[in-house]
């Protein structure tokens, strides 16, 4: 058993952080319809089932990986349960994005009858658009996109062509619902492999990132000019070889390569952090058994990537803040279990982590599509992340504290002011031991909040025993434990909020 003793009269405070860190992503290819990643089966979310070993010999684009895609249609933003579940997650940034956002074409006069011109892969019509800036306005949400950067976007001698940036730009700010941030192509740094034309190069892309944040500044000043979004800066060069499971490095240039040769600072320093590559991808490495997701080091990816991007922004964007465009488990969609309370561990330390190293925003991947999602795509049923999202937004305010002291072997401690501004703190405690209790000595009374699951592959989740509905579009009333005694004991596998 380890004991800590919680006395927040006695913590420094760091800085505000954004009051919409708990960001997310709705994928661009699931507005348009189209492939996406390939649902696991029941048996293998449960860990019953091994998914098979799969080598595609896959070159070029990412999006060649048929034989781990699936057709999905459109999604309907529409939808009752899907905004009343964005909606109760409370403030947030919505980033329509991902790989497939590279090559699509926006048709928003319906020139194109639906067929896809040539160098592009797909078209994202006028319906599918204002549904995106209906839900963005319907939930209180700020607008973040990533603009195509495929052969189609570019001029006869090669350089990037604003035309088709500025049309989705002009649409939306003429609707009503303007975009607030933009970042030049989703994963750049993985070049050819994210979409970008055949041969494109670091030199190629901080050409034309260059070009696209002048054409911001000039023509669109009221909106944030955000890059690198890059991935994979912790698997490649020096860094990779401080992971466990090394990806394949071929995939990925340093982000390092391209700021060199950028003229053009960005608002906002952006990356993307994932733990590795999921089942689908582990032919290129980087994969984590589920053995390993609790423990220290699986749950630490997020610190070490952080503290590898951080100074990659103090030498390239000074002052900058810092967002995290893409979080998740593991690329390629995400691991069987990513669905599962199992991930719930990971995801707050990740939450408090980034919180504790810098201000700013986290967009997780994916708000309803994928293994990843907060909410199951189609059915849109309730995952256990969910919950820690929706939890941490009614208990964890802006300001962040020092609570490093605290912090053990598989202890993670984390304080915030309180989110309904009453004077006091806001503690996180994830106790990732599977086998260890924590011995929590408190100084004052204290609420709980404890989130809980049968076992770590659960599809469901409990807060304070009470099982959370799976099918549900209203927030059921919870009550916290009034804890009054001179100390409480938390649980192995737990994550806990006390509110003082």
Known sequence: MKEITLQPSGLTKRWDTDLRLVSYNIEMTEVTGGTFWKCYTPAQVAGKEAFPPLDPNVTGSFLNLTALMQEYPPIDLYNEKIRKLAKALGPAWVRVSGTWATTTYYDFDGHTHGKVPQGFRSVLTKSQWTGVLDFVKDTGAKLMISVGNCEGNHNPDGTWNPRQARAIFDFSQSYGVPISAAEFTNEPNALETSGTPKGYTAADYARDQDAFFRFLHENYPGVL????????????????????????????????????????????????????????????????????????????????????????????????????????????????????????????????????????????????SSDYGLLAPETYDIRPNYWLCWLWNQIMGTAVYDASAYVGENLHVYAHSRRDGADGLAYLIVNNSLTDTVLVHLNSPAQRYTLSAENLRAATVSINDQIMPVRATEIPEIHAIEETSACVTLAPATVTFLVF
């Open 225 to 368: 000019a955000v890059g690198p979004c890059s991935a994979g800066d912790s698997w490649v060069g020096q860094h990779g070889k401080d992971m466990k499971h090394p990806v394949n490095l071929g995939l990925f240039v340093p982000t390092e390569e391209i700021l060199r040769q950028c003229s053009e600072k960005p608002d906002v320093f952006s990356y993307h952090y994932y733990n590795g590559l999921s089942e689908r991808g582990a032919f290129m490495g980087g994969h984590w058994d589920a053995c390993e997701a609790h423990t220290d080091a699986y749950i630490g990816e997020a610190e070490r990537t952080c503290r590898i991007t951080r100074a990659l922004r103090d030498r390239f964007a000074p002052g900058a803040p810092m967002w995290v465009t893409e979080s998740g488990d593991a690329g390629a969609g995400g691991n069987t279990w990513a669905s599962t309370y199992l991930d719930v561990l990971r995801f707050a330390n990740e939450l408090g982590v980034f919180s504790s190293l810098t201000p700013g925003i986290i967009f997780h991947n994916t708000f309803c």
